[in-house]
């Protein structure tokens, strides 16, 4: 389908021909629903433009929005990509997420399938990832909660994750000091013991003092018990395991706003948006050095998009950056 506008009617005769060359049919008015129904979801809406807006025959031109882009790549329908791209080329979605990484006037010249591919794989990630901070948002909004994972009863015995600052045992338990005032469990100078035993029972134990931690699986709670007195629960969730191995999640649930979740959040989703542009460059990179162009027209398409990655400045910043970052990270596992 060419063209950033469209009216039903014209919906309606690119719709009948593909069904046509399948032998079947679709009448204008199931056309005119669909059209109306994706305009009532926000997915499209009556155009502004020159080109858009009631016609001499007042037929009503519609175009794409924010939301409806966002919907094709979160579901990967990928039919028309690149003209989704240059028919919306102002669009917040593209200028935020991929133009910084890959300019458009680079995109708008690409050929080669495969490298295109790559670039609806990376908006699709995207896009996933702003939808997953959507639904946690909007549960936020409504239940005035966040549930925030503290580490699995696998993590905190596993030996070779207990100097771990997060999921492993010395996470753990600087979590539990901070949460229930024992200032005996900060694992930060001496080592914590922990063993677990047949009550379904957690001892974290240091010096002479022991946290016991009971799991109550029933109740999806854990109770914690300190000097022969409970002194608080935090609740549970079973993840993975049999009857006999059975693995869970600590959890808090803590009472926040939106703002508040918001300030906290910003920090994790740019890392996570900056590790999707470290997986772009690095697809790039596999994807200038892996042969699966067979004939000719292909392996042009192919050289002709990597001198327009090349040439593109904002990708050799992504990847000159990614390059150094994955260096430092050799050379720190090296050493």
Known sequence: MSGSVLSAYQCHHHL????????????????????KHLEKSGLIKKSSSNSGGRSKHG???FKITTLGIFYIFRTKLYYHGLNMIEHNEKDG???????????????????????????????HSCCNVIDQNIDHFRSINENGIQNISIATTDTIMDPDMRDLETVGLKGFTNYLSKYFNLSWLNNDKIRTRIKKNNLNEIVVAKGGKKLTITLLSNESKASFSYLGSIIGELPIEKISGNDSNEEYLFQDHKSTTLEELLQSKNFYLHHELRKLSSNLSLEILNYSCTDYHNTAKELKAKKESLNLLKSDSSLMKLLIHT???????????IN
């Open 323 to 333: 390059v150094t970052k994955i260096n430092f990270c050799y050379d720190g596992f």
């Open 93 to 123: 979605l593209f200028e935020t997420f991929l133009y910084p990484h890959l300019e458009y006037k680079t995109i708008s010249k690409i050929t080669d399938p495969h490298l295109m591919m790559i670039v609806y794989d990376y908006l």
């Open 16 to 35: 009948l021909d593909e069904y046509q060359r399948q032998g079947k049919k679709i009448a204008y008015k199931n056309v005119y629903g669909k059209v």
């Open 59 to 61: 037929a009503i031109n």
